[in-house]
C-alpha cells in the first residue's frame, strides 16, 4: 500500500487511516502527522502487511506533540524544555498525548497557567496544579445531558469509554475514574454558574443559581400592577401556588464519608442553605410519632426509615412543577413538622411579600393544626432584634394560606378532612390538583441510586442539576402547556356552566315559589367565606384561626337519625303498590281500553285491508304492553283481563301500513300513550336509583350476619324494580321510533346501562377525573320526578341528595371558571418573565468587563 500524500508514492512498509476524518486516506507515518496537526487527538489505524489488519494506534505514538499557546497564527516557540505525558479522554475512549505547554512571557503576567492554557483549546483539567489528566469539553457535556436525561451513572459511562478505548483486555486501560467524577461536577459547575450570569464563588446569594417558573407571580417582575388593590375574591389570581411532599428513597447511605464535604452550590441551588440547616436541626429535639386526628400517615412517623439521611422533603410550584428555590431538605429520620417548616421558610421566601399562597400537601390536614404557633416559635429563637441569624431567611411572616389535600391523597384521609381540605370545594384552587411533587418523584426514581452511594456534597449538587435540567425542559414547553390548558379550561367551562344552568332550571321548574336555588347558594357562600377566613394570616394577638365545621358542609348530606325508619319508607315506596295505586290503575287500563277500542281499532282494520292487497305485512301484530306491574298485588281477575286483551297497535305493522292517513290519529293517541309509559318509567328508574343508594349506605353500615341478611331482600326488589322500569322505558322508546321518532331526540335518548346510577351524593364515592365529568345531572336532568305522589320522607330524602348535587355541580363550574383566569393570567405573566429576563441580559451586555467572548455569550 502506498502513502496518498508523499510525491513518490513509494511502497510504506506500514500505513495509517484516521477513524475520525470524514476522508479516510491512507498515509505514511510523518504525512500522517503533518495533516492532523489541528487534530491532535484523532484516532488512527495501522495496517502492516505481516499482521494484514488494521489496528488501533495514538498520533503520540507516530511522534505527535501538541503545542499549547499561540501568538497570531503560529504556534508558541517559547515552549518548556520537553513535554510532558498527559491522559487525554475523549468521545473515542482515553490516550496519551505529548504536551508542550506556552513558556512565552505574554505581557508583565508571563505565560498562562496550565490549567488555562488545555482550557483554551476545549481540555478540562482533571487537577489544577500539575496536570496529568483532561477530559474533552465533548465527553464532560455528553456525560452531563446522558446523566440528566437517561440518569446514566459515572461509573456506567466511564466503563463504556474504557470498553471503547481496549473491549478485549479493558485492565490494561489507565483508571481515570476518580478524576472523572471531579471534572464532572466542576464543569458543570462552572457551565450552571455561566448560564445564570453567576461568577463561581464560595459565597453565593440564596436560590441565585435556580431557574424560576416563568408562569408563577415574581414580584416586580411579571406580576400584575394592580396586584395589590385586588378585591379579596380575585387574590387567588396573584397568589403563588406551591406543593410540598417527602421522598424517602431519597436516601443517602450510612458509610464512611467526609461531615465536612459541603456541595459546590452551597445555597444557590433547589436545596436550602446546607450552613443554616445545620444551625437549625442542631436546636430541634428528636421526633416522636406525631398523634393524627385523622388516619395514620406514613409521613408523620408511621414507616421505616434508614440510612444517614432517611430521604427528601421538596417544594415545587404546584401548577406547573418547577421545583422552587431552596426548595428541598435532608431528612434525617421521618417527615417531621420541623422539617417541613424550615423547609417552607426557605424556599417562600421570595413570594412572602404576596397577598395569598395557596398549599398542598398530602398531610395538610394535620400539620395546618398549630402552623402559626410554630412559626411563631422559629421566630423567637432565629430573629434577634429584628436581625435573622439565617443568611438565607430573612422574613418569617407568612402571608394568608389556603391549604389543601392533593387529589390523589384526598381518598386516604377521612370524611371530615376531605370536606375541610378539597381542591375540588377550595375558593380560588381552579383545577389545580396538588400532586406536583409526585410526578416529580416518579422523574427521580432512576436518580435515587446515583445519589444514595455519592457523597454528601456531590449528591446535592447532582440533584441540584437534575432539577434544574427539569425546570429548563418545562421552560422550553411551557407555551405549549399554557395553550393546551387554556383550551381545556374553555371547553369544560362552557359545558360546567350548561349543565349548571340546565340543573337550576330544572330545580326551579320543580319548586319555583320556594327560591330553593337562593337557599342552597347561601350556604355555600357562607361556607366558602368561613374557609377563605380561616385560611388569613393571624394578627399578632391571635395566632390560631377557627375552621367550619365539617358538620354544616354543603357539599355533604345531613346525617338524619331516622334513616332506618326513611330506608323502609324508601323500599315500601319503591317496590310496593297501596291499594289506592292499584284501584287507580284498574281504571285507569279500562279507560284506556275503551278509549282504544272507540278511536283506534276501526281506523287500524282499514289500513291493514288497504295495505294487505299490495304488501303482505312481515310482522304479527302485537298486544297492548301494560304499565309495569311487577310485584303488585292484583286480583286474578284483573289479571285474566289483562291477559285475554288483545290490542292492535300500530307501532307492530310495517311503515308500508303506518303510512295510511287512516292510522293518523291511531298513531298519535299511541305515541301519546307510549311517551307516557317512557315518562312513568323514568320517574321509577330515577327513584329506584334513590331508594337503592339509600340502603346500600346502610347495609354498608352492617356489622353483623344477620343484619346483611335481612337487608339482602329489599335490595333485591328495588334492583329488581330499577331494572323492569328500564325495560319498559326501552320498549316505548323502541316503539315510538317505530311511530317516526328521530333516534337522536333530545329527550328520550338511549338508556345505557352506565346510566342506571346514582349521582356522587357521598365524599367516599368521589373518583379521580370527576372534575371532566360535567354532564352530571342525574338522568339527563328531568327532576319532575320529586313532584310525584310519594312519601314526604322520602321527598325530602331526594332533595337533600338533590341539593348536595347542585352544591357540587356549582363548584365544579367555579373551579373550570376559576381555572380560566388563572391560565390567562399565567399567559401573560410569562410574557412579562421572558421580557424581564431579555432586558436583564441586555443590561448584563452593556455592564460587563468588555470582553468580546462574554458579551457574545450575553447576547446569545
Not at 518548556?80 to 473515542?92: F, G, H, K, W
Not at 406525631?290 to 422533603?313: D, E, I, P, R
Not at 431567611?393 to 387529589?407: D, L, N
Not at 284506556?592 to 276501526?602: D, F, G, L, S, T
Request: hydrophobic content about 35%.
Amino acid at each position: 500500500m502506498t502513502c496518498a500524500a508523499c510525491p513518490k508514492q513509494a511502497a510504506c512498509s506500514a500505513v495509517y487511516r484516521c477513524v475520525e476524518c470524514w476522508r479516510a486516506l491512507i498515509y505514511c507515518k510523518e504525512c500522517m502527522v503533518i495533516s492532523h496537526q489541528d487534530n491532535p487527538l484523532h484516532i488512527v489505524e495501522k495496517w502492516t502487511a505481516k499482521e494484514g489488519f488494521w489496528t488501533r494506534v495514538t498520533l503520540e505514538e507516530l511522534g505527535m506533540v501538541i503545542r499549547l499557546g499561540c501568538h497570531g497564527e503560529k504556534p508558541c516557540d517559547g515552549r518548556l524544555s520537553s513535554p510532558r505525558d498527559i491522559c487525554v479522554v475523549t468521545l473515542l475512549g482515553l490516550q496519551t498525548a505529548k504536551v508542550h505547554f506556552c513558556g512565552c512571557n505574554v505581557g508583565d503576567g508571563g505565560s498562562p497557567p496550565h490549567y488555562v492554557q488545555l482550557l483554551e483549546v476545549g481540555l478540562w483539567p482533571g487537577t489544577w496544579k500539575l496536570v496529568r489528566t483532561v477530559f474533552s469539553f465533548q465527553v464532560l457535556d455528553s456525560f452531563c445531558r446522558l446523566s440528566n436525561q437517561g440518569s446514566i451513572t459515572a461509573h456506567d459511562y466511564f466503563q463504556s469509554l474504557i470498553r471503547r478505548t481496549d473491549g478485549v483486555i479493558p485492565a490494561s486501560v489507565r483508571d481515570r475514574y476518580r478524576e472523572f467524577i471531579s471534572a464532572t461536577r466542576e464543569y458543570q459547575y462552572v457551565k450552571w454558574c455561566m448560564r445564570r450570569g453567576v461568577c463561581p464563588s464560595q459565597a453565593l446569594t440564596f436560590g441565585s443559581l435556580a431557574t424560576l417558573c416563568p408562569a408563577c407571580p415574581h414580584v416586580n417582575v411579571n406580576i400584575c400592577p394592580e396586584w395589590l388593590t385586588r378585591p379579596e375574591d380575585k387574590q387567588h389570581l396573584d397568589a403563588l401556588y406551591h406543593a410540598v411532599d417527602g421522598n424517602f428513597t431519597q436516601n443517602l447511605k450510612d458509610k464512611g464519608s467526609d461531615a465536612d464535604d459541603l456541595p459546590l452550590t452551597l445555597g444557590a441551588g433547589y436545596f436550602a442553605d446546607e450552613h443554616d440547616a445545620k444551625k437549625y436541626f442542631a436546636k430541634v429535639s428528636a421526633p416522636k410519632n406525631q398523634t393524627s386526628s385523622c388516619n395514620k400517615f406514613g409521613a408523620m412517623g408511621y414507616y421505616g426509615h434508614w440510612g444517614a439521611v432517611s430521604g427528601l422533603v421538596g417544594l415545587s410550584c404546584a401548577r406547573h412543577m418547577f421545583v422552587l428555590p431552596g426548595g428541598g431538605v435532608d431528612l434525617k429520620v421521618g417527615e417531621t413538622w420541623a422539617a417541613v417548616d424550615f423547609l417552607m421558610l426557605s424556599a417562600l421566601q421570595p413570594w412572602m411579600k404576596l397577598k395569598l399562597h395557596i398549599s398542598a400537601y398530602d398531610i395538610n390536614c394535620q400539620y395546618r393544626i398549630h402552623f402559626w404557633e410554630r412559626l411563631e416559635k422559629i421566630r423567637a429563637d432565629y430573629c434577634k432584634a429584628q436581625q435573622s441569624t439565617l443568611r438565607s431567611i430573612k422574613e418569617y411572616q407568612f402571608p394568608s394560606t389556603r391549604a389543601a389535600v392533593g387529589k390523589f391523597h384526598e381518598p386516604a384521609h377521612k370524611v371530615e378532612c376531605r370536606l375541610l381540605n378539597s381542591f375540588h370545594y377550595l375558593p380560588g384552587a381552579g383545577q389545580t390538583d396538588g400532586e406536583a411533587p409526585e410526578r416529580i418523584w416518579a422523574a427521580t426514581t432512576s436518580l435515587d441510586l446515583r445519589t444514595r452511594e455519592m457523597t454528601p456534597g456531590n449528591r446535592h449538587d447532582t440533584i441540584n442539576y437534575f432539577h434544574d435540567d427539569m425546570n429548563w425542559r418545562r421552560t422550553y414547553g411551557m407555551a405549549a402547556s399554557l395553550v393546551k390548558k387554556y383550551r381545556t379550561a374553555i371547553k369544560y367551562e362552557v359545558e360546567s356552566a350548561t349543565s349548571l344552568k340546565e340543573l337550576e332550571d330544572e330545580i326551579e321548574a320543580v319548586d319555583s315559589s320556594r327560591s330553593i336555588v337562593s337557599e342552597w347558594e347561601l350556604e355555600k357562600r357562607k361556607w366558602d367565606e368561613a374557609l377563605i377566613a380561616g385560611s388569613r394570616a393571624p394578627s399578632n394577638s391571635r395566632s390560631t384561626r377557627e375552621m367550619p365545621s365539617a358538620q354544616h358542609c354543603p357539599y355533604e348530606p345531613v346525617k338524619s337519625k331516622g334513616q332506618s325508619s326513611l330506608i323502609a319508607r324508601l323500599s315500601q315506596t319503591s317496590s310496593g303498590w297501596s291499594d289506592e295505586k292499584i284501584a287507580q290503575l284498574q281504571d285507569d287500563f279500562s279507560t284506556r281500553i275503551a278509549e282504544w277500542n272507540k278511536v283506534a281499532q276501526p281506523s287500524i282494520g282499514a289500513a291493514i285491508a288497504t295495505s294487505l292487497k299490495r304488501q303482505r305485512p312481515t310482522e304479527q301484530p302485537s298486544k297492548l304492553v301494560g304499565p309495569n306491574l311487577v310485584g303488585t298485588k292484583l286480583s286474578r281477575k284483573f289479571l285474566d283481563e289483562l291477559r285475554t286483551s288483545d290490542i292492535l297497535l300500530p307501532s307492530s305493522f310495517p311503515p308500508c301500513v303506518l303510512a295510511c292517513n287512516a292510522l293518523a290519529d291511531a298513531i298519535e293517541l299511541e305515541l301519546a300513550m307510549r311517551k307516557k309509559d317512557a315518562d312513568d318509567a323514568l320517574d321509577q328508574v330515577r327513584a329506584h336509583l334513590a331508594a337503592s343508594y339509600s340502603l346500600s349506605r346502610h347495609q354498608a353500615k352492617s356489622t353483623t350476619q344477620q343484619q346483611k341478611l335481612r337487608n339482602r331482600g329489599p335490595a333485591q326488589r328495588l334492583r329488581s324494580a330499577m331494572l323492569d322500569a328500564a325495560s319498559v322505558y326501552r320498549r316505548a322508546r323502541v316503539a315510538m321510533i317505530a311511530l317516526g321518532m328521530a333516534r337522536g331526540d333530545p329527550v328520550y335518548k338511549p338508556l345505557e346501562t352506565d346510566d342506571l346510577k346514582s349521582f356522587v351524593v357521598r365524599e367516599q364515592e368521589r373518583q379521580y377525573g370527576d372534575s371532566k365529568n360535567v354532564r352530571q345531572s342525574w338522568i339527563w336532568g328531568n327532576l319532575s320526578f320529586v313532584d310525584n305522589d310519594y312519601d314526604e320522607g322520602v321527598k325530602k330524602h331526594i332533595v337533600e341528595n338533590l341539593r348536595v348535587h347542585w352544591c357540587r355541580t356549582k363548584a365544579n363550574t367555579e373551579r373550570w371558571a376559576e381555572e380560566k383566569e388563572l391560565v390567562q393570567e399565567e399567559m401573560i405573566r410569562t410574557l412579562r418573565f421572558f421580557d424581564y429576563q431579555a432586558h436583564l441580559w441586555r443590561d448584563r451586555a452593556r455592564e460587563g468587563d468588555g470582553s468580546a467572548g462574554s458579551t457574545a455569550y450575553v447576547h446569545k
